[in-house]
């Protein structure tokens, strides 16, 4: 692919940008940052630091995939992607791990469907951790499997206590973070194989689903929290119905809070009934479903769009936050998935490691970043048939 073409912008969220005009000098940050009680506070201007010299733009190096030929190439829906120390490609698709070279040939799978050892039920994602070692949570096995680096089943972690685990991370000391749902949301890091856990974050649950009476409850564009672990190993947690976000040590400790003004978008009337008419469009031709006519019923709607969307960490210990979609344009495909990747717009507004702002960064259409090496981001795009790929995107400086 081509370095990555000029994408229209559009967000559920704009930054502010007032009516005064800019005389600053180009790349000179104009936010605030002050001291309280030990916790960096930083109020970011709407305009980034980036100039035509120092912007970031992307390069598409490698994709791996194949609509027709060979099976190990042909994906069905990816869970995650690793890259161990030698620069080998882990991915996880369905129930196995299929692992290419920098190159992206195909070396060897491993893991298959069942509850034995080495094998996954419900994989939810993929990690490698000190030594190469792989780590992959399986919810429906109660079980984190971990394999060795050439694919050998090597025990297993349990996924036990109380809540529900949503959502995993690694620390670059190959400490696993995992995401547990209670009454709150929590954020452990876990420390052995005997369950042993510290609490990096807790934070309220969010609003897109709750559960009423024994029942699921949705609702579209309700604020939701999310956090990414950085390159460096800090924590960045966020709500996507503020622009703002916190970063804490690998300990858990609070060390800086960063906020950007922004305007959040109403969610009107019109559109919500214009929602509602696409999503019976892309239902009509499926067949009856008793739990897609509950869901279709029971939905709700929330009275803005969201902030954003998700976090992701990017290059140089950098924090990425992804805009949200407007209704007007959600895919089909977003209107069946309905999950965070259907609200996710293809551009990123990008901080650097102090929490200062930078400026947009687009990103190919219906690409879904799932890790940064380096300077480079691994994640899977989808062309217009609908064929999966993992792709590899460089980073490069002076995009103008």
């Not at 042993?196 to 604020?223: H, K, N, W, Y």
């Amino acid at each position: 692919m081509a370095p990555v073409r000029r994408l229209t912008i559009l967000a559920g969220a704009t930054l502010v940008a007032g009516c005064q005009v800019d005389s600053r000098p180009a790349g000179e940050w104009a936010g605030q940052m002050r001291d309280s009680a030990g916790i960096v506070v930083v109020t970011n201007a709407p305009t980034g630091m980036w100039t035509d010299e120092t912007r970031w733009g992307l390069e598409e190096d490698l994709r791996i995939g194949t609509a027709a030929g060979d099976r190990a190439h042909q994906f069905e829906q990816v869970g995650g992607v690793a890259v161990d120390a030698t620069g080998a490609i882990h991915v996880l698709d369905g129930r196995e791990i299929r692992v290419f070279d920098g190159e992206g040939a195909h070396l060897r799978s491993m893991g298959r469907a069942g509850e034995g050892p080495g094998e996954l039920a419900r994989p939810s994602a993929i990690l490698i951790g000190a030594g190469d070692t792989i780590f992959v949570p399986d919810s429906r096995n109660g079980r984190v499997q971990l394999y060795g680096p050439r694919g050998d089943p090597s025990g297993s972690l349990p996924i036990t206590g109380p809540g529900i685990p949503l959502a995993w991370g690694m620390m670059p000391d190959g400490t696993l973070v995992q995401e547990l749902r209670t009454d709150r949301i929590l954020i452990l890091t876990r420390k052995d194989r005997e369950n042993a856990a510290d609490t990096l974050a807790s934070t309220p649950v969010g609003e897109a689903m709750v559960i009423r009476e024994g029942i699921p409850q949705m609702t579209l564009f309700g604020a939701e929290p999310m956090w990414v672990v950085t390159t460096d190993g800090r924590l960045v947690t966020g709500r996507t119905s503020h622009l703002r976000f916190e970063v804490r040590t690998a300990s858990g400790r609070l060390e800086r809070v960063v906020h950007t003004p922004s305007q959040r978008r109403p969610f009107t009337d019109a559109e919500q009934g214009d929602f509602r008419a696409r999503l019976a469009d892309v239902y009509a031709d499926s067949p009856p479903s008793p739990a897609t006519d509950r869901m279709l019923r029971s939905l709700e709607y929330a009275d803005h769009y969201p902030t954003f969307a998700t976090l992701f960490a990017g290059p140089d210990e950098s924090i990425w936050v992804q805009r949200a979609k407007r209704v007007s344009e959600m895919t089909p495909l977003d209107l069946e998935q309905l999950d965070v990747r259907a609200v996710a717009a293809p551009v990123f507004d990008v901080f650097d490691r102090e929490g200062r702002y930078l400026g947009p960064l687009a990103v190919p259409d219906s690409f879904e970043p799932l890790l940064t090496v380096g300077h480079h981001l691994y994640g899977t795009v989808r062309d217009e048939l609908g064929v999966q790929y993992v792709v590899r995107l460089r980073v490069v400086e002076g995009a103008g």
